[in-house]
Nanobody
Framework: QVQLVESGGGLVQAGGSLRLSCAAS????????MRWYRQAPGKQRELVAT???????TYAGSVKGRFTISSDNAKNTVNLQMSSLKPEDTAVYYC???????????????WGQGTQVTVSS
């Protein structure tokens, strides 16, 4: 079974920094892309950042210039370095991955359980 586990969430003051990590484990053959989503109370889940297996990155306009997504393909991990945090960044952050497992030739999508990020004003 494939599992994604996020870590690094917590409480931080506005203007501060926080680094989230997500580790994919299990029978993974190859990861096509990894993403960070976030969902604030009462709002739709939104895509924050994406990184492909070749290293191409994209960001939501609201975080561009403040957040950096990175990955370690050998370790099947993705990170989100968040700087200049704002109260509006408060949300549950979810790791997401498109990957091929060792037992499935079909590209599948997986979600982590989420980690809470709270930015105080």
């Amino acid at each position: 079974q494939v599992q994604l586990v996020e870590s690094g969430g917590g409480l931080v003051q506005a203007g501060g920094s926080l680094r989230l990590s997500c580790a994919a484990s299990g029978s993974i053959f190859s990861i096509n892309a990894m993403r960070w989503y976030r969902q604030a109370p009462g709002k739709q889940r939104e895509l924050v950042a994406t990184i492909t297996r070749l290293g191409t990155t994209t960001y939501a306009g609201s975080v561009k210039g403040r957040f950096t997504i990175s990955s370690d393909n050998a370790k099947n991990t993705v990170n989100l370095q968040m700087s200049s945090l704002k109260p509006e960044d408060t949300a549950v952050y979810y790791c997401n991955a498109d990957l091929w497992s060792s037992s499935n030739s079909r590209l599948s999508n997986y979600w982590g359980q989420g980690t809470q990020v709270t930015v105080s004003s």
